[in-house]
């Protein structure tokens, strides 16, 4: 626009073409949905605009088919705009720091707002208007006042207002409601006018800011998953060399273990020759277990279910356990709230799983302590029985918590850390999950199992 054409045009209709071009300027300047918002109430009830008093957002869940709150702004709280760029209005536009952001937010009216949901096919015609003919709604609140179909404006406003849709690609993704509480000043059809020019810009700005983050979120995902890849294949490649290091060292560990045991067996007790020979023979069994977890977890596991009573299964893990629990001092409770809980799987899996996770809180209460296993059906779930395995141990570090069912990582100082990452596939593999917490004593692990769908009497289990 040049300088004749400017000074051809009324003053008015000049000032409001420039308040929207600086308008436009401020809206491009950033991609954040939730500055975005925060910029286009402020401006339009600032005192520099000279406006509105007060502003309301509303953005559709497309989803839950209802006008979510998403901010309310007074010009009490929209003083704060900063003017970033040049002198010249046209070069310029406003900024607003994340301080009065967060002041903004923090209003009784925003909360207020922010926990207001409008169903959009509840029969209000304000809402019918705005979202489905796309039309400016200037109306006075006492009309709504008659209204039974929602609860929607009486909580807002009390006096004349105006409500603009927000569209974008033929698409009413909101609406925004102003009006003037403070002076109760009748809003004219010039700021009418001017209202919907504005909402024509801040309907294409938030819907970009929209499918960016969307497009961010999409990103996001894919990098996750190039990474969750890439970790996949190097623990596979980890895996096979581990399995063939494995295969190696098996044969001639076994001939050192048959040789160190028959010294043993030939040397007198108390010898150093006896002690050194049962050294031997303890570390050999130790890397003998290493070496079998390792197999264990780098072969495909051939499973064989059946009907398993998880109770005389954990059962016979707590007699395997029994010398262990005597050494360590350590006293056991089992709860199981039916005598027939039926699970379909691979029995000696599953015993490896409550083993695995009983010789755990084992080893973290060498003094002592308390083990309680309980099994319960789930209450919000009743096709799945939950299994609790819950130590006096003292717990795990949260930071190591996320970790502890990764492949190779341990807490101990002995060990190969490939336990509980076998559990945690016995247990995927048996269509369930595991979780694992720290409770106020020791650790608490939770598998989710599902049950079996039929009946079956307790004499087949």
Request: with cysteine; aromatic share 6%; hydrophobic share 40%.
């Amino acid at each position: 626009m040049n300088n004749q054409e400017s000074q051809q045009l009324p003053e008015s209709r000049l000032s409001e073409l420039t308040l929207l071009y600086q308008f436009s300027n401020t809206m491009l300047s950033t991609i954040r949905l939730n500055k975005l918002i925060h910029l286009i109430l402020t401006a339009i009830t600032t005192s520099s605009s000279n406006l509105f008093e007060r502003a309301f957002l509303f953005l559709r869940n497309e989803k839950s088919n209802v006008l979510q709150g998403m901010l309310a702004v007074n010009r009490q709280y929209s003083g704060d705009l900063e003017i970033v760029g040049t002198s010249d209005v046209l070069e310029s536009r406003w900024d607003i720091g994340d301080e009065i952001i967060a002041r903004q937010r923090s209003t009784e009216l925003c909360l207020k707002v922010r926990l207001t949901r409008v169903e959009i096919d509840s029969g209000c015609p304000l809402v019918k208007q705005i979202i489905n003919d796309r039309s400016l709604c200037h109306s006075d609140a006492s009309q709504c006042l008659k209204c039974t179909a929602c609860n929607f404006i009486r909580p807002l406003c009390n006096g004349s207002f105006a409500a603009v849709p927000l569209v974008s690609r033929d698409n009413t993704i909101g609406m925004i409601v102003v009006d003037n509480p403070d002076s109760r000043r009748e809003i004219s059809s010039n700021h009418i006018h001017f209202l919907q020019l504005f909402a024509n810009q801040a309907g294409m700005a938030i819907e970009n800011s929209i499918l960016y983050n969307r497009i961010q979120d999409a990103n996001l995902s894919l990098k996750d998953a190039r990474e969750r890849l890439l970790h996949g294949e190097r623990l596979a490649a980890i895996g096979e060399m581990a399995a063939n290091v494995a295969h190696e060292l098996k044969n001639p560990l076994i001939t050192i273990g048959g040789f160190a045991g028959r010294l043993l067996k030939m040397t007198p007790d108390g010898t150093q020759e006896h002690n050194y020979a049962g050294t031997i023979v303890s570390e050999v069994g130790r890397l003998e277990k290493m070496l079998a977890e390792i197999l264990a977890f780098s072969s495909k596991p051939s499973s064989c279910f059946t009907l398993c009573n998880l109770e005389e299964i954990i059962k016979d893990c707590f007699s395997n356990c029994a010398t262990t629990f005597e050494d360590h001092n350590i006293k056991t409770s089992l709860t199981v709230d039916l005598p027939s809980i039926a699970v379909l799987g691979d029995a000696h899996q599953l015993k490896q799983v409550f083993l695995n996770l009983i010789l755990n809180s084992c080893d973290a209460m060498p003094e002592g302590g308390d083990l309680n296993i309980t099994v319960e059906k789930n209450d919000t779930d009743k096709r799945t029985v939950i299994i609790t395995v819950l130590d006096s141990g003292g717990g795990i570090p949260k930071d190591m918590l996320p970790q502890i069912f990764n492949p190779f990582f341990t807490t101990k100082t002995h060990g190969t850390g490939l336990g509980l990452a076998i559990v945690n596939r016995i247990v995927i593999n048996h269509f369930g999950s595991i979780d694992a917490k720290n409770g106020d004593k020791g650790t608490i692990f939770t598998i989710t199992l599902p049950l079996v769908e039929h009946k079956v009497p307790h004499h087949q289990l």
